[in-house]
């Protein structure tokens, strides 16, 4: 089993995936664009090797305005090298890679230039795949798309659609039940007429279901839908996020809601997407829940959260350190439930001037004073309740300087990258 997260990766360096707007989409823009992009996905495969995650879904901005006209850029031809060199490293480490085209490539749209448009959108995401040498398991996820006012036209409508899509776009297509429309027997009607396996999605059931069988039923049921040659079945994880819209994905995950539904499966292979609002944290959460029980992987989550705790909430600090004290036990789902209480807690002055305090020591000794005065001048600031972004960026351009890798990987600087 893998599990994996979605299009971007949170606290980490290096890994934003950049765009621009419709008018600045010039030849120029768009192939340092591309650039910057593609170095960026080589990052987060290096941080997803790191830890040990095996499913990525890569952001469909990888190559801005990849399927408009706009873009003349021949990206497959320029970066062949480097995309090559992605598609191994991928490869090499067991990562599974997907894609997910939004919500205006709707296939079985009444309107014939809808229809091209996203058949010209698929084209390109199946491109960038092929592009990376991937194999036919590595997916592009997509919904089934409006109901038109007759639900039986328009999934016959999307038949036909798909029966005419070049072979490398449907040897790669999988379909997935939404929220709103097509629900799970929907999906998996289509998926068993036409070969096309079916991913579920546990929270669009939850609030479209069909109830013929149980969640885990679906879930076998298809599983029915994979072929050998489409790799191990794919699930979409989430939970509510409570006070918003039905359908709406939390900020973070509960392991031990996770861990229920992951006890429930009556098999350990299929891979798991999460799709949560702090992505990468959230399926590290994860992966940690279900591993062996070892108090190492605690500890090196730690070292990444700590001093966004304290400056959240000393108590839950104390609370975490005293925890994991006892290098005997492996107590995941108390562990992630005090950190995700104390972020919950707001940042007070004291807090923030502490943490920051924290952070400064390891760099006071080497400062000169004009960077000391400096940054006692922003406390003062933060003191009275100022925003703690300025003091935070004079603190990441002191780790970036002295390459302080330890406070690299701190999700301390989270919001500044």
């Not at 497959?76 to 995309?83: P, Q, S, V």
């Not at 795949?129 to 409508?157: F, N, V």
């Not at 005419?164 to 790669?172: G, V, W």
């Not at 039923?217 to 699930?235: F, H, N, S, V, Y």
Request: glycine share 6%; with cysteine; charged share 25%.
């Amino acid at each position: 089993m893998g599990i994996g997260y979605a299009c971007l990766t949170v606290g980490v360096p290096g890994t934003k995936i950049r765009n621009c707007l419709l008018k600045n989409a010039n030849p120029e823009i768009l192939t340092t664009l591309i650039q910057s992009n593609l170095e960026a996905l080589d990052s987060i495969l290096d941080y997803n090797i790191k830890n040990d995650i095996k499913l990525f879904r890569i952001s469909s901005d990888i190559i801005p305005f990849g399927s408009h006209p706009v873009n003349t850029v021949k990206w497959w031809e320029i970066y062949r090298d480097k995309l090559n060199e992605l598609g191994r490293k991928a490869i090499k480490n067991c990562i599974r890679l997907s894609m997910h085209p939004g919500q205006y490539t709707v296939l079985n749209s009444p309107d014939k230039a809808v229809v091209e448009r996203a058949i010209a959108d698929l084209k390109y995401h199946a491109q960038f795949l092929d592009a990376l040498g991937l194999g036919q398991e590595q997916k592009i996820i997509l919904h089934i798309g409006g109901i038109y006012g007759d639900k039986i036209s328009t999934l016959k409508r999307f038949i036909r659609q798909y029966r005419c899509l070049e072979e490398n776009i449907r040897q790669r297509l999988v379909i997935e039940n939404d929220d709103r429309q097509y629900n799970i027997l929907d999906v998996i009607s289509i998926g068993e007429s036409e070969g096309i396996p079916v991913v579920f999605d546990n929270l669009h059931h939850q609030v479209n279901p069909n109830d013929k069988y149980s969640e885990i039923e679906w879930i076998d049921a298809c599983r029915k839908t994979w072929k050998q040659a489409d790799g191990l079945q794919k699930l979409h994880y989430s939970q509510q996020n409570v006070g918003k819209r039905m359908g709406s994905h939390s900020n973070t995950l509960d392991v031990d809601v996770f861990l229920q539904f992951y006890k429930q499966l009556s098999r350990q292979d299929p891979d798991i997407m999460v799709e949560v609002k702090d992505k990468n944290l959230s399926a590290i959460k994860c992966i940690n829940t279900i591993a062996s029980p070892r108090i190492q992987r605690l500890e090196n989550e730690w070292r990444r959260y700590k001093y966004l705790v304290l400056e959240h909430s000393p108590k839950g600090y104390k609370e975490i350190r005293q925890l994991l004290r006892d290098k005997s036990v492996y107590p995941v789902g108390e562990f992630y439930k005090l950190i995700d209480d104390a972020l919950m807690s707001p940042v007070k002055p004291g807090n923030a001037v502490n943490a920051a305090q924290h952070v400064w020591g390891y760099f006071k000794d080497s400062s000169d004073k004009r960077t000391s005065v400096r940054f006692e001048k922003i406390l003062d600031k933060v003191s009275t309740g100022e925003s703690t972004i300025r003091a935070k960026r004079l603190l990441w351009k002191l780790v970036e300087e002295h390459q302080q890798q330890y406070l690299m990987d701190s999700l301390y600087f989270m919001k500044l990258l």
